[in-house]
């Protein structure tokens, strides 16, 4: 089996001990491992009101690594279109496009990304009215308004730069068979959602027509990876996760926490049991563990790329997970 080209999705996490100030440094260590070791792209995931995640921002992140690395494509994994107005996507990303043409990825989902206070802060919009904000932005780009459409005489500016290869989010099927028929990219987040990935790639491939940007289907697979010298230190690594997740739930986030307090903590049987079926989801072990995992999954899946999401307290030990991985994936 051919492997598929290896990405990298950033939150930004903020461990314990650490300031946000501190995480935020940290990511563009990761882009320059990235960047040297040839993954093919880094995107930024975009998620507000959680103490453990920086990335509320991705479009400033993305200028900030771009201008730090070479040739590794940089991207929002996602834009949460609701949070946004159509126009100001399409603006602020024609003109990172223009800053760093042809390494610039705009990848759009369909969920607020946080909690309901923080959403109606935020004026976020109802979910149910993304099909119509997303043609909204694409007709800004295409010149898809009809003639007398109000909206048809905006100027968009800057002009003369078209927006990057736009891919859609999915932690389901519902938005595959959308990135089909509008001949864009479909990435499905297997490192949150239990869904099978394979029927929405099926979907998505079925329905593919193509466009000036992509002649042809392309599915990127999102998976949470943490990989280490040896499966016994990688699940240890993997306490802090358990602990994170577990406060999710609770509605309770704060700082990613030290493996050791995950082993300190108090579990319930109902909060093992939460925990065991959230980490049946992600991938940990050695390079070879984790390798051969991954490849299970893209002959489950025939991903075309596999984006790999690593949270660890040690930030440190996360540029290890990424190095291990791309080392043994060769």
Request: glycine letters at 8%.
């Given at each position: 089996m051919?492997l ?6 950033d939150?930004?996490?903020i ?8 995480a935020?440094?940290?990511t ?11 993954f ?5 995931a975009e998620?507000?009101?959680?103490a ?22 940089i991207?929002?994994?996602?834009v ?7 126009l100001?996507v ?15 990825d705009?990848?759009?989902g369909r969920?607020?990304?946080s ?12 979910g ?13 780009e295409?010149g ?12 968009v500016v800057p ?38 990935a394979?029927?929405a790639?099926d979907?998505?491939?079925?329905s593919?027509r193509?466009?000036?940007q992509?002649?042809?289907p392309?599915?990127i ?9 040896t ?10 996760m358990?602990?994170?997740w577990?406060?999710l ?26 925990v065991?079926?959230q ?18 999954k ?6 075309d790329?596999?984006m790999v ?22």
């Amino acid at each position: 089996m051919t492997l598929p080209q290896l990405s990298i999705q950033d939150l930004a996490p903020i461990s314990q001990g650490y300031s946000t100030t501190d995480a935020l440094a940290k990511t563009l260590d990761l882009a320059r491992l990235g960047d040297e070791m040839g993954f093919v792209r880094l995107w930024y995931a975009e998620h507000h009101g959680m103490a453990s995640i920086a990335s509320s921002a991705p479009d400033i992140l993305i200028a900030h690594a771009a201008a730090h690395t070479k040739r590794i494509n940089i991207g929002a994994g996602g834009v949460m279109l609701p949070n946004h107005v159509p126009l100001r996507v399409v603006e602020t990303y024609r003109t990172l496009e223009g800053l760093y043409p042809g390494r610039i990825d705009l990848g759009i989902g369909r969920a607020g990304g946080s909690d309901g206070l923080t959403l109606r802060a935020l004026r976020s919009t109802n979910g149910e009215d993304f099909p119509h904000e997303f043609a909204e932005m694409l007709a800004y780009e295409r010149g898809g308004f009809p003639h007398d459409h109000p909206l048809a005489r905006v100027k968009v500016v800057p002009s003369e730069i078209a927006l990057p290869p736009i891919w859609l989010l999915g932690s389901s099927g519902a938005s595959a068979q959308m990135a089909g028929q509008y001949g864009i990219g479909y990435a499905f987040a297997s490192h949150f959602s239990p869904t099978p990935a394979g029927p929405a790639f099926d979907a998505y491939r079925r329905s593919f027509r193509p466009s000036d940007q992509f002649a042809s289907p392309h599915a990127i697979l999102c998976v949470a990876v943490i990989c280490a010298p040896t499966d016994e230190e990688a699940q240890h690594l993997s306490k802090s996760m358990e602990l994170t997740w577990l406060r999710l739930r609770q509605n309770n986030p704060q700082k990613i926490a030290p493996p050791e307090e995950s082993d300190a903590y108090p579990w319930t049987e109902q909060e093992r049991a939460f925990v065991e079926t959230q980490s049946n989801l992600w991938i940990v072990g050695s390079p070879q563990t984790v390798k051969a995992k991954i490849e299970e999954k893209v002959r489950e899946t025939n991903a075309d790329e596999v984006m790999v999401s690593t949270t660890i307290h040690d930030y440190g030990k996360r540029l290890e997970s990424y190095r291990l991985l791309k080392e043994a994936w060769g």
